[in-house]
């Protein structure tokens, strides 16, 4: 299991991101985040030696960003006797 980091400021390479934000519970593909990058939407990073670097801080705000609203189920609809 991947550990989670207690320190916001850790970094994290693609892959070591995407399984760390899975273990979150967050499940995302490195694949994904290096699509998000192209798309224009995903978390900050920094590049040292061509090697994206994301915080860990960062990516926890990102992904908590990118959740629905609380849902519940659908109420019933009333049944009237025949």
């Given at each position: 299991m991947t550990p989670?980091?207690?320190d916001p400021n850790t970094r994290l390479r693609?892959?070591?991101a995407a399984a760390?934000?899975?273990?979150?519970?967050?499940p995302i593909s490195s694949a994904t985040l290096a699509s998000a990058v192209t798309l224009g939407h995903s978390p900050?990073?920094?590049?040292?030696?061509?090697?994206a670097l994301?915080?860990?801080?960062?990516l926890l705000?990102?992904?908590e960003g990118r959740?629905?609203?609380p849902?519940?189920?659908p109420p019933e609809t009333d049944r009237k006797a025949a």
């Open positions: 989670i980091p207690t693609r892959k070591e760390t934000l899975t273990a979150a519970g967050f900050p990073f920094r590049i040292f030696n061509r090697v994301y915080t860990w801080g960062d705000t990102w992904a959740l629905s609203a849902r519940g189920t």
